[in-house]
C-alpha cells in the first residue's frame, strides 16, 4: 500500500535560518506529490504539488522536487520568517483504485522565532 | 466566500450522546471527504463520496455515518459517542478525474471533544 514518511519533529529555527523537512514515500503506481500547511487553529492548505518525475513545485519561497530515483520529496526554503511557523504535511495520491484517497504523512511541526 | 465550510467549529459532548458534523463546498466539486485528526495530527481519511455516491470507506466502525444529500453538501453523523472520537475532523472536496493531480479544499475541521 502508500505510504508517507516525514523526518521527526518539531523543528526549531530562527528567522532567516534554512528549512528543509524530509518526505519519502513508498506507492504503487506513479503518484501525485503534494504538501499541505496547516496553520495553527486552522484547516489545511495546499503549499505546492509536483505531479511528476522531476518536476518541482514552489509556492511563497517554498520549493520541492519531485525524486523518483530516491522516492522522496524534501521541502526546502532558503530563509524561513516567523510566519511559517505552521505544521507541513507531506502527501501522496494515486488515480485507480485509491481513487481521490491522500495518504498523508505524520506532520512536521515547525517553530520559528524571531 | 469560504469555499468548505464545516459546523460547528468546537463540539463538546458526553459519551454515549450522538452528533452530527456537516460540511458544504461552494467550489462545484464533485468530490469530497472526510479526514480525521488525532491528537498527534495524524491525518486520516475516512469516507470519500462522488458525485453523492460513496466510494472510500475506509476502516471506519459503524457508529460513523456519512450522508450525502447532492454534490455540495457531505454531513458525518456519529451514534454512540466514545472517548476515542476526539479528534478534529476535516472535511474536503476535489474536482475528481484528473488522474490524481487534483488538489484537496480543507475546511477548518471540526473540533470534537467527547467528555
Known amino acids: 500500500g502508500n505510504s508517507v514518511t516525514q523526518m521527526e519533529g518539531p523543528v526549531t529555527l530562527s528567522e532567516e535560518a534554512f528549512l528543509t523537512i524530509n518526505c519519502t514515500y513508498t506507492?504503487?503506481?506513479?503518484?501525485?506529490l503534494f504538501w499541505y500547511v496547516q496553520y495553527p487553529g486552522e484547516g489545511l492548505q495546499l503549499l505546492l504539488k509536483?505531479?511528476?518525475?522531476?518536476d518541482k513545485g514552489s509556492n511563497k519561497g517554498f520549493e520541492a522536487t519531485y525524486r523518483k530515483e530516491t522516492t522522496s520529496f524534501h521541502l526546502e526554503k532558503g530563509s524561513v520568517q516567523v510566519s511559517d511557523s505552521a505544521v507541513y504535511f507531506c502527501?501522496?495520491?494515486?488515480?485507480?483504485?485509491?481513487?481521490?484517497?491522500?495518504?498523508f504523512g505524520q506532520g512536521t511541526i515547525l517553530t520559528v522565532h524571531p | 466566500d469560504t469555499a468548505v465550510s464545516q459546523t460547528p467549529k468546537y463540539l463538546v459532548t458526553q459519551m454515549g450522546n450522538d452528533k452530527s458534523i456537516k460540511c458544504e463546498q461552494n467550489?462545484?466539486?464533485?468530490?469530497m471527504y472526510w479526514y480525521k485528526q488525532d491528537s498527534k495530527k495524524f491525518l486520516k481519511i475516512m469516507f470519500s463520496?462522488?458525485?453523492?455516491?460513496?466510494?472510500i470507506n475506509e476502516t471506519v466502525p459503524n457508529r460513523f455515518s456519512p450522508k450525502s444529500p447532492d454534490k455540495a453538501h457531505l454531513n458525518l453523523h456519529i451514534n454512540s459517542l466514545e472517548l476515542g472520537d476526539s479528534a478534529v475532523y476535516f472535511c474536503?472536496?476535489?474536482?475528481?478525474?484528473?488522474?490524481?493531480?487534483?488538489?484537496?479544499?480543507f475546511g477548518p475541521g471540526t473540533r470534537l471533544l467527547v467528555l
Open positions: 502527501a501522496l495520491r494515486t488515480g485507480g483504485t485509491s481513487y481521490g484517497k491522500l495518504t
Open positions: 467550489l462545484g466539486h464533485d468530490t
Open positions: 463520496y462522488n458525485n453523492k455516491e460513496l466510494i
Open positions: 474536503a472536496s476535489s474536482q475528481g478525474g484528473q488522474g490524481g493531480q487534483e488538489t484537496q479544499y
Open positions: 509536483a505531479t511528476k518525475a522531476d
Open positions: 506507492a504503487t503506481g506513479y503518484p501525485s
